[in-house]
């Protein structure tokens, strides 16, 4: 196969384009599609300073990369789950690629926190670890950015990931989710940090692809909590489809978000958010879910 571009020998083929690549005109194509989505929701520009929320994993390092590479301010924000085993190995990889870029890493640990990790935590709560897990990752991503005074929080969220959890919600009718599921949330109290998904226009193969072409070394395992997870099933469901149609993940997100959205937006009532009485971070009772969590398990607030 020849690149569509240049002609010569082609490294990857892109079936839902119906077209293939040579490795120079491959990271073209797919920084211009990482450049069509931070234009068309004006995530953020040249001066602001950019804080990328990085697992270890190929989609968070690569959006790092990518943002390093065209000339972006861009720190990473690591959040050590005190998971035995993965987080370190994790770690290893995030840091890692932090030296040899020269760029600005900041590490929280959960353990040295709270002194549990996400599992322990989530038994000691009585809740599921995923759960569990957001709800912390959502209030670092935030006290972080705000203490290091970044304007706007970065996640590795790709194409997959986002159609994955379009269908989940449609599936539940989970009309709140879906009027807020876009690629661009912005900061709608005090405390909250605008968040932004650059990475949604692009599938999770075609980032396996930068990152090996970029040889950029990350974590291959999952999250061992991520096993019998529903968004695996619906991501296995999708590529089945896409399979038999090649681009119809990208028709069912894009479609969603240019005409489906909007109708779920306009039915949801604004919600009064007010400061959490224990940490501040904004939330519709008195007490946030976090916190309530931690209580939970028996943590001394
Ligand atoms: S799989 Fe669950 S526990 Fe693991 S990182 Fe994802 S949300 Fe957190
Ligand atoms: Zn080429
Ligand atoms: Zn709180």
Redesign the pocket.
């Known amino acids: 196969m020849k690149c569509r571009k240049c002609g010569q020998p082609a490294v990857v083929a892109l079936k839902r384009h119906n077209t293939a690549f040579c490795r120079e005109h491959y990271l073209e194509f797919f920084y211009g599609q990482v450049d069509r989505a931070v234009k068309a929701y004006r995530m953020f520009a040249r001066d602001d300073r950019i804080l990328v929320a990085v697992?270890g994993g190929k989609d968070s390092l690569a959006l790092w990369d990518v943002l390093l590479a065209t000339g972006y301010q861009a720190d990473g924000l690591y959040i050590d789950?005190g998971?035995a085993g993965y987080s370190e190995r994790s770690k290893e990889k995030v840091v890692a690629f932090a030296r040899a870029r020269g760029a600005g890493l900041r590490v929280v640990s959960v353990r040295e926190k709270y002194g549990l990790g996400?599992r322990e935590l989530a038994r000691q709560a009585r809740r599921a670890?995923?759960s569990v897990?957001?709800l912390h990752?959502r209030y670092f991503f935030n006290r972080e950015a705000m203490e290091g005074g970044y304007n706007v929080v970065a996640t590795g969220h790709n194409l997959d990931d986002e159609a994955a959890t379009l269908l989940g919600n449609l599936l539940n009718w989970n009309t709140g989710y879906l009027a807020r599921q876009a690629p661009l949330l912005e900061a709608s109290a005090p405390n909250l940090v605008r968040k932004v998904k650059p990475l949604y226009r692009l599938t999770e193969k075609e980032i396996a692809s930068y990152a090996v072409l970029r040889r950029i070394d990350y974590i291959v395992e999952?999250?061992p909590?991520?096993v019998g997870?529903r968004s695996i099933l619906y991501k296995h469901l999708l590529n089945r489809l896409e399979e038999v149609s090649p681009g119809t993940k990208a028709r069912f997100l894009f479609g969603f978000l240019e005409k489906g959205r909007e109708a779920f937006a306009a039915g949801e009532e604004e919600v009064q958010l007010k400061a959490c009485a224990i940490c501040g971070q904004p939330t519709t009772a008195d007490i946030c879910s976090r916190c309530r969590t931690l209580r939970r398990a028996g943590v001394k607030l």
């Open positions: 697992s789950l998971i996400i670890a995923c897990c957001g990752k999952e999250c909590m991520a997870a």
